[in-house]
């Protein structure tokens, strides 16, 4: 009976310690992967910032040129760089402030839906405020978005180019 006892008494702490090399395996990957996404590529705002102001410009001449497929499009590319700046840049003040654009974009989609340039350009306008209003609010008023009078790509054409 004692020798049942020793042998599973050694079968257990063999087992314990297996257990504790697996442990320190694992606690060693996970720091190497802590510290793979610690030098990993983080976009910065910046960076969101720049794309958002390309695609306004983009969804200005898009719409200008009743292209309303393209002006869907820069809408929703706009507000994925809103996601993301939540998404990847939530600790900031900055971001904290993006949803007060909501309700512009909002209005845009609807002058895109009912593909209405008159109403469009009223949107846009409101857009284009609330950019500025939010650069006010977070310290950022000497960066001035304005409605754009010449188009930024000039290897795009902004005309809708239907298939015939």
Same mark, same amino acid.
């Given at each position: 009976?004692?020798?049942?006892?020793?042998?599973?008494?050694?079968?257990?702490?063999?087992?314990?310690?297996?257990?504790?090399?697996?442990?320190?395996?694992?606690?060693?990957?996970?720091?190497?992967?802590?510290? =793979? *996404? &610690? +030098?990993?590529?983080?976009?910065?705002?910046? /960076?969101?910032?720049?794309? @958002? %102001?390309?695609?306004? $410009?983009?969804?200005?001449?898009?719409?200008?040129?009743?292209?309303? =497929? *393209? &002006? +869907?499009?820069?809408?929703?590319?706009?507000? /994925?760089?809103?996601?993301? @700046? %939540?998404?990847?840049? $939530?600790?900031?003040?900055?971001?904290?402030?993006?949803?007060?654009?909501?309700? &512009?974009?909002?209005?845009?989609?609807?002058?895109?839906?009912?593909?209405?340039?008159?109403?469009?350009?009223? $949107?846009?306008?409101?857009?284009?405020?609330?950019?500025?209003?939010?650069?006010?609010?977070?310290?950022?008023?000497?960066?001035?978005?304005?409605?754009?009078?010449?188009?930024?790509?000039?290897?795009?054409?902004?005309?809708?180019?239907?298939?015939?």
């Amino acid at each position: 009976m004692r020798q049942i006892l020793l042998i599973i008494s050694i079968h257990l702490l063999f087992s314990c310690n297996r257990h504790t090399d697996n442990t320190k395996v694992l606690q060693n990957r996970i720091d190497s992967l802590e510290s =793979k *996404l &610690a +030098d990993s590529y983080k976009p910065g705002l910046g /960076e969101f910032m720049s794309s @958002i %102001q390309a695609h306004h $410009s983009k969804l200005w001449f898009a719409a200008q040129n009743e292209n309303w =497929k *393209l &002006a +869907d499009f820069e809408v929703h590319e706009i507000m /994925e760089a809103i996601e993301d @700046i %939540q998404k990847f840049e $939530s600790e900031r003040k900055e971001s904290q402030m993006t949803g007060m654009i909501n309700p &512009a974009l909002d209005s845009i989609n609807n002058a895109i839906q009912k593909k209405s340039l008159a109403l469009f350009k009223s $949107s846009y306008s409101l857009l284009t405020n609330t950019c500025n209003n939010c650069h006010r609010i977070t310290g950022f008023d000497f960066n001035v978005v304005k409605i754009p009078d010449s188009q930024p790509f000039s290897n795009q054409d902004f005309r809708l180019n239907e298939p015939k």
